[in-house]
Nanobody, 125 residues
Framework: QVQLVESGGGLVQAGGSLRLSCAAS????????MGWFRQAPGKEREFVAG????????HYADSVKGRFTISRDNAKNTLYLQMNRLKPEDMAVYYC??????????????????WGQGTQITVSS
């Protein structure tokens, strides 16, 4: 059974930092693109960051560019999202996702086949 399990969410003050992890099990995604999405209450799920199979290419939503960093460790089958200078508008449930088709960065959710259960990020002002 393929699973993506996020961890590292929680409550942080505005301006603070958090690091999310997403551990994959059941299969490897070393040859596939992975990404992070988020969904705030009353809003649609949106792309946050994506990374190519090798980690050599990354792409960010404009709202997080310069503050968030996506990375991966293929030896550990794990995806990361370092979030710095967090803002109240970053508050959402964050999901990791893995593609089984694409190797390069993709921003569209339909390109991803597996999703984690989500982890809540709460930013207090």
């Amino acid at each position: 059974q393929v699973q993506l399990v996020e961890s590292g969410g929680g409550l942080v003050q505005a301006g603070g930092s958090l690091r999310l992890s997403c551990a994959a099990s059941g299969r490897t995604f070393n040859n596939n693109a992975m990404g992070w999405f988020r969904q705030a209450p009353g809003k649609e799920r949106e792309f946050v960051a994506g990374i190519s199979w090798s980690g050599g290419t990354t792409h960010y939503a404009d709202s997080v560019k310069g503050r968030f960093t996506i990375s991966r460790d293929n030896a550990k089958n794990t995806l990361y999202l370092q979030m710095n200078r967090l803002k109240p508008e970053d508050m959402a449930v964050y999901y990791c996702a893995a593609s089984t088709v694409y190797r390069n960065v993709i921003t569209n959710a339909v390109g991803y086949s597996y999703w984690g259960q989500g982890t809540q990020i709460t930013v207090s002002s």
